[in-house]
C-alpha cells in the first residue's frame, strides 16, 4: 500500500516529492512508495448564509441572527479541478495512509482537514512536521512522522476559530450594513485594529501643542544640559528659561558629581514574523504582506530560511549542533568574512534557547542550504541579509560599554551631560564589519569626549548659553511596522489582568495580521499615506457605530485563551460555540437597538458621488484589474464598472480638446494679425483638420 502526501502547495508538493522519489503523472507525481499531491492554498471552505435557507439570499434585518446548528463545508469553485485530483487520490484502493504535509500550524492543519472531510475519507493519517524545506529537513521529517490523531485538538481548535469568525462576522457586518444602509463590514480582529487607527486619528485632532524651552551651557571642553527639579531638560515657563540664559554665561560652576558605570547590552533575540516584518517596513520599506510574500520565497523556493510564520523568537537546544552547518552555508556571500570569527559559539545561549518558549516552530533562521545570490531579486536579498545579521548577532558576544555622566552646578541651577565608551563591540561589530543596517544596533547617544578627566571639583566656566524654544508634537500616525507591533502587544491596551494574559499573542497570528491590514485598505476602511496607515471616514464612522466590544481587543482575548484552552485539549470546542452563537445574537440586537445614524458627509468632500443617490463611491480595483466604483448606500448599490477602452476614450478626449484649444488660440492670434477681406470680413484662417494637418507636418519636420 502507498501513502497519499497532501502539500500545501505545488512548489512545496514538488519539492517532497524530488526527495521522496516521486515523478511526474500530470496533475500528482507519485513514486514507489508514496504519491505526492497538493492543495492551492484553501480547496474548501465554508457555506455562505444562503445554503441555510432561501430566505438568508436576502440581506435583512427581519432574517437576523443567522445561526445554523451545523456549518456544513463547500468545495471552492475556483479549485475544483485541483479538489476532484485530490479526491480521487484519495478513493484509490492502493491508498491506505494520507500524510498531511500541509504547513505545520494550526491553519495548516484545517486545510487538510476539511480536504479529507469534504471527501468523506475515513483512511488512517500521519502527520509530517518540519520547520525548513531542506532535503535533510524533508527527510528527516519523513522518518518521525506522526499520528495524526496528536493533532485532533489543533484541528478542533482552527474549526472552532473559523466557525467563530463565520457566526460573528457574517451576522454584525449583515446587521450594520442593513441597519445603517451602508456597505460595512465587521469582525473580532479588523475591527479593533481599526479601532487602533481611529482612535489615534481622534488623539490627534484633539491635540493642543504647548512650548517648551531648554538651556545649554557650552563650557568649552564640553556641553551640558540644564535639568529642572523634575529631572527633565523641558522648561514650561519662558520667563525662568530667559533668566537662566541671560545670567549664566561667565558664571563659574563646580563639578558635583562623576559616576562611571559599565554596562552589558546582550545580543537581540531571533526574528519571529511579527518582527521582521517591522524591521522590514522600517529598513526597507516593504509592506506587512510584501515581507510575508518574500520571506514565503526564500522558504519555498531557495530553501534558505526556515517556516516563515512563526511566533517565536526562540530555539531549541536540538538545533544548536546545527549551527556550524547553517554558518557553512553562508561561505559564498558577503557574510563569510564573519563567520570565521563565529567558529566558537558563545558559550552562553540561554537567551536565545528556551525549549518553553517554542510551540509549533522556532525562531527564522538560515537552513544549511548554500546561498546563491545570483538567484535572489533584490527584494529577497535585502530580506534575506536582514535575516542574515540578526542570526550572527544572536551568536555573538555582549557589547559592553561604560557610560560617565557628570553634574555640575552653576549657582544652583543643575547641568548634566554623558559620555559613551564602547568596550568590546560585540554583536554590534556584525553589522560594521558586514556594511549591513542592524536595526538591533539603535545608535549610541550623543557623547561629550570632553568630559575624559574631569573630577568631582573641578571649576568649570560657562562661555556661552543656547536657547531654544520647541512645541510639543502630536501623537504620530501608525506606520505598518507600529501597527504590527500595536497588534502583538495588544495586551497592553487592556486594563484587565487575566485579559492581559489572554491577549499574550495579541491581535491575529503572525500569518494574518499582513493579510487583515490589507483587508482594511481594500474596504476603503484606511489608507496609506507618505509611509503611515490614515483611517478613511467610512472607516471612523464603522468604528464610532460599531457594538462597543467590537472596537476592543478583548473579544479576541477572551476566544484566543478558549482555542488555547481547545488545542490542549483542556476545553472541549462545543461550549465555545454555543457560547459564540448566543455573543452572535447579542450584537446583532445590540446593532439594531442603536439609535445613531451613518452619515455620509463624515466623508468629507467626495469627488465621485452616485449618479442615483447622490452618496460617495469607492474606487475598488477588482482581481482582473479592472476599476469599479461602487455606491456605499446599501439599499442603492448602484456600481460603475471602468474599462480600459473607456480610459483610452477619457485620454484621447482631453487630447483632443487640448488640441482644439491650441487650434482657438492659433486662429485667433492669426485673425488678429492678418488683414481683413472687404468681401467677407473674415480671416484668412484654415479648417481645426487643415490646423492639426499642419500641425502634424511641422513635428516631422522637427524631426528630420
Same mark, same amino acid.
Given at each position: 500500500?502507498?501513502?497519499?502526501?497532501?502539500?500545501?502547495?505545488?512548489?512545496?508538493?514538488?519539492?517532497?516529492?524530488?526527495?521522496?522519489?516521486?515523478?511526474?503523472?500530470?496533475? #500528482?507525481?507519485? @513514486?514507489?512508495?508514496?504519491?505526492?499531491? /497538493?492543495?492551492? @492554498?484553501?480547496?474548501?471552505?465554508?457555506?455562505?448564509?444562503?445554503?441555510?435557507?432561501?430566505? #438568508?439570499?436576502?440581506?435583512?434585518?427581519?432574517?437576523?441572527?443567522?445561526?445554523?446548528? %451545523?456549518?456544513?463545508?463547500?468545495?471552492?469553485?475556483?479549485?475544483?479541478? $485541483?479538489?476532484?485530483? %485530490?479526491?480521487?487520490?484519495?478513493?484509490?484502493?492502493?491508498?491506505?495512509?494520507?500524510?498531511?504535509?500541509?504547513?505545520?500550524?494550526? +491553519?495548516?492543519?484545517?486545510?487538510?482537514? /476539511?480536504?479529507?472531510?469534504?471527501?468523506?475519507?475515513?483512511?488512517?493519517?500521519?502527520?509530517?512536521?518540519?520547520?525548513?524545506?531542506?532535503?535533510?529537513?524533508?527527510?528527516?521529517?519523513?522518518?518521525?512522522?506522526?499520528?495524526?490523531?496528536?493533532?485532533?485538538?489543533?484541528?478542533?481548535?482552527?474549526?472552532?476559530?473559523?466557525?467563530? !469568525?463565520?457566526?460573528?462576522?457574517?451576522?454584525?457586518?449583515?446587521?450594520?450594513?442593513?441597519?445603517?444602509?451602508?456597505?460595512?463590514?465587521?469582525?473580532?480582529?479588523?475591527?479593533?485594529?481599526?479601532?487602533?487607527?481611529?482612535?489615534?486619528? !481622534? &488623539?490627534?485632532?484633539?491635540?493642543?501643542?504647548?512650548?517648551?524651552?531648554?538651556?545649554?551651557?557650552?563650557?568649552?571642553?564640553?556641553?551640558?544640559?540644564?535639568?529642572?527639579?523634575?529631572?527633565?531638560?523641558?522648561?514650561?515657563?519662558?520667563?525662568?528659561?530667559?533668566?537662566?540664559?541671560?545670567?549664566?554665561?561667565?558664571?563659574?560652576?563646580?563639578?558635583?558629581?562623576?559616576?562611571?558605570?559599565?554596562?552589558?547590552?546582550?545580543?537581540?533575540?531571533?526574528?519571529?514574523?511579527?518582527?521582521?516584518?517591522?524591521?522590514?517596513?522600517?529598513?526597507?520599506?516593504?509592506?506587512?504582506?510584501?515581507?510575508?510574500?518574500?520571506?514565503?520565497?526564500?522558504?519555498?523556493?531557495?530553501?534558505?530560511? =526556515?517556516?516563515?510564520?512563526?511566533?517565536?523568537?526562540?530555539?531549541?537546544? !536540538?538545533?544548536?549542533?546545527?549551527?556550524?552547518?547553517?554558518?557553512?552555508?553562508?561561505?559564498?556571500?558577503?557574510?563569510?568574512?564573519?563567520?570565521?570569527?563565529?567558529?566558537?559559539?558563545?558559550?552562553?545561549?540561554?537567551?536565545?534557547?528556551?525549549? &518553553?518558549?517554542?510551540?509549533?516552530?522556532?525562531?527564522?533562521?538560515?537552513?544549511?542550504?548554500?546561498?546563491?545570490?545570483?538567484?535572489?531579486?533584490?527584494?529577497?536579498?535585502?530580506?534575506?541579509?536582514?535575516?542574515?545579521?540578526?542570526?550572527?548577532?544572536?551568536?555573538?558576544?555582549?557589547?559592553? #560599554?561604560?557610560?560617565?555622566?557628570?553634574?555640575?552646578?552653576?549657582?544652583?541651577?543643575?547641568?548634566?551631560?554623558?559620555?559613551?565608551?564602547?568596550?568590546?563591540?560585540? /554583536?554590534?561589530?556584525?553589522?560594521?564589519? =558586514? @556594511?549591513?543596517?542592524?536595526?538591533?544596533?539603535?545608535?549610541?547617544?550623543?557623547?561629550?569626549?570632553?568630559? #575624559?578627566?574631569?573630577?568631582?571639583?573641578?571649576?568649570?566656566?560657562?562661555?556661552?548659553?543656547?536657547?531654544?524654544?520647541?512645541?510639543?508634537?502630536?501623537?504620530?500616525?501608525?506606520?505598518?511596522?507600529?501597527?504590527?507591533?500595536?497588534?502583538?502587544?495588544?495586551?497592553?491596551?487592556?486594563?484587565?489582568?487575566?485579559?492581559?494574559?489572554?491577549?499574550?499573542?495579541?491581535?491575529?497570528?503572525?500569518?494574518?495580521?499582513?493579510?487583515?491590514?490589507?483587508?482594511?485598505?481594500?474596504?476603503?476602511?484606511? *489608507?496609506?499615506?507618505?509611509?503611515?496607515?490614515?483611517?478613511?471616514?467610512?472607516?471612523?464612522?464603522?468604528?464610532?457605530?460599531?457594538?462597543?466590544?467590537?472596537?476592543?481587543?478583548?473579544?479576541?482575548?477572551?476566544? +484566543?485563551?478558549?482555542?488555547?484552552?481547545?488545542?490542549?485539549? *483542556? &476545553?472541549?470546542?462545543?461550549?465555545?460555540?454555543?457560547?459564540?452563537?448566543?455573543?452572535?445574537?447579542?450584537?446583532?440586537?445590540?446593532?439594531?437597538?442603536?439609535?445613531?445614524?451613518?452619515?455620509?458627509?463624515?466623508?468629507?468632500?467626495?469627488?465621485?458621488?452616485?449618479?442615483?443617490?447622490?452618496?460617495?463611491?469607492?474606487?475598488?480595483?477588482?482581481?482582473?484589474?479592472?476599476?469599479?466604483?461602487?455606491?456605499?448606500?446599501?439599499?442603492?448599490?448602484?456600481?460603475?464598472? %471602468?474599462?480600459?477602452?473607456?480610459?483610452? !476614450?477619457?485620454?484621447?478626449?482631453?487630447?483632443?480638446?487640448?488640441?482644439?484649444?491650441?487650434?482657438?488660440?492659433? $486662429?485667433?492670434?492669426?485673425?488678429?494679425?492678418?488683414?481683413?477681406?472687404?468681401?467677407?470680413?473674415?480671416?484668412?484662417?484654415?479648417?481645426?483638420?487643415?490646423?492639426?494637418?499642419?500641425? *502634424? *507636418?511641422?513635428?516631422?519636420?522637427?524631426?528630420?
Amino acid at each position: 500500500m502507498k501513502k497519499l502526501v497532501i502539500a500545501e502547495k505545488p512548489s512545496v508538493g514538488r519539492e517532497l516529492a524530488s526527495v521522496l522519489g516521486c515523478t511526474n503523472r500530470g496533475k #500528482y507525481l507519485e @513514486g514507489p512508495s508514496y504519491v505526492v499531491t /497538493w492543495a492551492l @492554498g484553501h480547496l474548501v471552505t465554508l457555506c455562505p448564509p444562503d445554503t441555510y435557507g432561501e430566505k #438568508y439570499r436576502r440581506w435583512t434585518l427581519g432574517n437576523l441572527p443567522m445561526l445554523p446548528p %451545523v456549518l456544513n463545508t463547500m468545495v471552492i469553485e475556483k479549485t475544483r479541478d $485541483q479538489y476532484e485530483t %485530490v479526491k480521487e487520490l484519495l478513493d484509490r484502493e492502493d491508498i491506505g495512509t494520507v500524510v498531511i504535509a500541509t504547513d505545520a500550524g494550526r +491553519e495548516g492543519e484545517l486545510v487538510a482537514r /476539511w480536504i479529507l472531510k469534504q471527501a468523506g475519507c475515513k483512511k488512517p493519517t500521519q502527520r509530517l512536521w518540519i520547520s525548513s524545506q531542506t532535503e535533510s529537513a524533508i527527510k528527516q521529517g519523513f522518518e518521525n512522522l506522526r499520528d495524526g490523531s496528536e493533532y485532533d485538538n489543533l484541528y478542533y481548535a482552527a474549526e472552532s476559530r473559523s466557525y467563530a !469568525d463565520w457566526y460573528i462576522g457574517f451576522n454584525v457586518s449583515r446587521a450594520m450594513s442593513c441597519h445603517f444602509d451602508s456597505r460595512l463590514s465587521a469582525g473580532r480582529v479588523q475591527t479593533p485594529t481599526l479601532a487602533l487607527i481611529t482612535e489615534r486619528e !481622534d &488623539e490627534i485632532e484633539s491635540f493642543a501643542g504647548k512650548f517648551y524651552w531648554t538651556v545649554r551651557a557650552d563650557f568649552g571642553r564640553f556641553k551640558a544640559s540644564y535639568f529642572t527639579e523634575d529631572g527633565t531638560v523641558k522648561i514650561h515657563d519662558e520667563g525662568k528659561a530667559q533668566e537662566l540664559y541671560s545670567s549664566l554665561k561667565g558664571k563659574t560652576g563646580r563639578v558635583t558629581s562623576v559616576k562611571k558605570v559599565s554596562k552589558t547590552e546582550k545580543p537581540p533575540l531571533a526574528y519571529d514574523l511579527t518582527e521582521l516584518q517591522r524591521d522590514a517596513n522600517t529598513m526597507l520599506g516593504f509592506s506587512a504582506k510584501q515581507t510575508l510574500d518574500t520571506l514565503q520565497r526564500l522558504y519555498e523556493v531557495h530553501k534558505i530560511v =526556515t517556516y516563515p510564520r512563526t511566533d517565536s523568537r526562540y530555539i531549541t537546544d !536540538d538545533i544548536v549542533p546545527t549551527f556550524p552547518q547553517r554558518l557553512e552555508a553562508l561561505k559564498d556571500t558577503p557574510f563569510a568574512s564573519v563567520c570565521p570569527k563565529l567558529s566558537e559559539i558563545r558559550t552562553d545561549l540561554s537567551r536565545l534557547v528556551n525549549n &518553553e518558549m517554542v510551540s509549533d516552530h522556532h525562531a527564522l533562521l538560515p537552513t544549511e542550504q548554500p546561498v546563491r545570490l545570483d538567484r535572489l531579486t533584490s527584494e529577497e536579498r535585502a530580506l534575506w541579509e536582514l535575516v542574515i545579521t540578526r542570526f550572527l548577532e544572536t551568536l555573538s558576544a555582549d557589547y559592553e #560599554y561604560s557610560t560617565t555622566t557628570v553634574e555640575i552646578d552653576v549657582d544652583g541651577s543643575l547641568f548634566s551631560a554623558r559620555m559613551t565608551m564602547p568596550d568590546r563591540q560585540g /554583536w554590534r561589530d556584525i553589522s560594521r564589519m =558586514t @556594511g549591513r543596517r542592524s536595526s538591533a544596533a539603535a545608535p549610541d547617544d550623543e557623547s561629550e569626549y570632553g568630559l #575624559y578627566g574631569l573630577k568631582e571639583g573641578s571649576p568649570v566656566t560657562v562661555n556661552a548659553v543656547e536657547l531654544k524654544r520647541f512645541a510639543t508634537l502630536p501623537p504620530q500616525r501608525y506606520t505598518e511596522a507600529d501597527l504590527l507591533y500595536a497588534m502583538e502587544h495588544a495586551g497592553r491596551l487592556v486594563d484587565d489582568r487575566e485579559l492581559k494574559k489572554r491577549l499574550e499573542n495579541g491581535l491575529g497570528t503572525p500569518a494574518t495580521r499582513a493579510d487583515i491590514i490589507e483587508k482594511l485598505i481594500q474596504n476603503n476602511c484606511m *489608507e496609506r499615506k507618505d509611509g503611515f496607515l490614515v483611517p478613511t471616514a467610512k472607516g471612523r464612522e464603522l468604528v464610532r457605530l460599531v457594538p462597543p466590544q467590537l472596537r476592543s481587543a478583548e473579544l479576541t482575548g477572551r476566544w +484566543e485563551q478558549r482555542l488555547f484552552a481547545i488545542s490542549h485539549g *483542556e &476545553e472541549s470546542e462545543k461550549p465555545f460555540i454555543e457560547d459564540i452563537k448566543k455573543n452572535a445574537a447579542d450584537l446583532v440586537k445590540e446593532v439594531i437597538s442603536n439609535n445613531d445614524s451613518y452619515d455620509p458627509s463624515r466623508m468629507g468632500d467626495p469627488k465621485h458621488l452616485c449618479p442615483a443617490c447622490k452618496w460617495p463611491m469607492v474606487k475598488v480595483i477588482d482581481a482582473e484589474g479592472k476599476t469599479h466604483f461602487v455606491c456605499q448606500r446599501f439599499s442603492c448599490g448602484y456600481e460603475e464598472i %471602468v474599462t480600459k477602452k473607456q480610459i483610452r !476614450d477619457k485620454i484621447l478626449l482631453a487630447r483632443s480638446v487640448i488640441k482644439e484649444s491650441h487650434y482657438r488660440t492659433a $486662429q485667433r492670434k492669426e485673425r488678429d494679425a492678418a488683414p481683413v477681406r472687404k468681401d467677407t470680413g473674415t480671416s484668412t484662417g484654415g479648417t481645426f483638420a487643415d490646423f492639426i494637418r499642419a500641425s *502634424e *507636418e511641422r513635428k516631422k519636420g522637427r524631426k528630420h
